[in-house]
């Protein structure tokens, strides 16, 4: 992705401007050292105290509401008892991924997990299962595998993933990210999962359906949200699991927004209608809307923001099959796009891309989200 260079320019300034004024009030916090720096943001909050929970307006819209933890944020006080007065789904953000779960062949490490789905019921909220089958975050052992030994690899995975949390899992994202970037439509070819031929997919829905019959089971994927090569090839995958009698509940738009291309409220809509029509529930299961390549002062930034989320949200809202949406993270000092890598591929930073600054307070955006679930735009 290309960096626009007079962007560049403004958010070197903001940055060094937001980073001054933060030192100066003391206001930063500092999150597992990610993106020191870039947590606190200037630009108008909202009064937190006037603010209905967004769980209770996403309840009245028929919506969960999610955000996606590592497990030890939750010893923050503060940090648990914004996500339990917030939220009313959760997401593993790392803890359920092969690597970390499955480190070594049929060792599991279920602790970080069962603290979360503990978190989630003691909170009434809804659990969403984050990832079982996806070729990054794989535990090294797994790659390389031949067909048979990984087949059966595969299955132990998610036989024991899935079976230790049944009835307790809601929703599974089973395969994510199996689609090709680019043009193609065909799937990744550099997945180890692709020496067992293109039904892997339909092997790991089956899998998991078995494992806990009463969860719903998700493709999850990026770019997909609206009118793209890509986003035609995850319409087209869906579809031939759906008709092919495979146990394919829904589809999660990971919503990992890049301002500069974008597609439009209209297109995300169709989009999601169109899998209703399939009889598929829709997701939005990783939200972020970086701010950092979006241009003008922070305020309008922020404003930009909200106006972006509030379209995602009522896309959601007008569509009954569209069962929830997560954001990817709590506040602006615990997202994936503080790490200088995936943040790149945003365009320069700072990106507060979450709903609550480093200070847990309330950004426009939460207006946004709020605006969309109490106003549907029909
Ligand atoms: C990200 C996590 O947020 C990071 O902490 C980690 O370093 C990399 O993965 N798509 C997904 C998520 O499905 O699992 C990714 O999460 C973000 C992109």
New binding site residues.
């Given amino acids: 992705m290309t960096l626009p260079s007079f962007r560049i320019q403004f958010a070197t300034v903001a940055a060094v401007v937001v980073a001054a004024a933060a030192a100066v009030a003391g206001c930063i916090i500092h999150d597992g050292g990610a993106g020191a720096g870039s947590s606190s943001v200037g630009g108008n909050l909202l009064p937190a105290s006037s603010l209905k929970p967004l769980r209770q307006a996403g309840a009245a819209a028929h919506k969960r509401i999610g955000t ?1 933890v590592m497990s030890a944020r939750l010893s923050n006080p503060k940090v648990k008892a914004l996500v339990a007065r917030e939220f009313d789904s959760l997401s593993p ?2 803890e359920m ?1 092969w690597e970390a779960i499955e480190p070594q062949p049929g060792h599991f490490n279920f602790d970080a997990g069962d603290r979360l789905v503990a978190f989630a019921a003691e909170n009434g909220m809804r659990m969403r299962g ?2 079982l089958v ?1 070729h ?2 794989l535990a090294f052992w797994v790659k390389g595998l031949k067909a048979d030994a990984l087949r059966a690899a595969m299955t132990r995975h998610i036989q024991s993933v899935v079976g230790r949390w049944k009835g307790k899992i809601a929703q599974w ?1 089973v395969v ?2 199996a689609l090709a970037d680019g043009p193609t439509g065909e799937l990744r070819p550099d997945s180890p999962f692709a020496v067992l031929g293109p039904t892997f997919i339909d092997e790991a829905f089956r899998l998991a359906h078995a494992a806990d019959p009463d969860a719903q089971l998700f493709y ?1 994927d ?1 770019e997909i949200e609206g009118d793209s090569p890509k986003g035609e090839a995850a319409y087209r995958l869906c579809k031939r699991l759906k008709e092919a009698g495979v146990p394919i509940h829904g589809v999660g738009f ?1 919503m ?1 927004v890049d301002p500069r291309s974008w597609p439009s409220a209209d297109q995300i809509r169709r989009n999601v209608e169109r899998y209703a029509a399939l009889g598929l529930l829709i997701e939005f299961t ?1 939200v972020d809307v970086p701010v950092g390549s979006i241009s003008g002062s922070i305020d309008e930034k922020l404003q930009r923001q909200r106006e972006i989320t509030r379209d995602i949200v009522g896309a959601c809202v007008a569509v009954e099959k569209c069962s929830g949406i997560t954001f ?2 709590v506040t602006d000092g615990d997202s ?1 796009l503080n ?1 200088a890598h ?1 943040g790149a591929l945003r365009g320069r930073g700072p990106h507060y891309p979450l709903l609550f600054n480093g200070d847990m307070q309330p950004k426009p955006i939460v207006a946004g989200v709020l605006e969309a679930l109490e106003k549907p735009s029909k």
């Fill in positions: 996606a953000e790392n991924k984050h990832t996806w990054s975050q994202d994510n990210e999850n990026y990971q990992h990783e990817w993270g994936w790490d995936w």
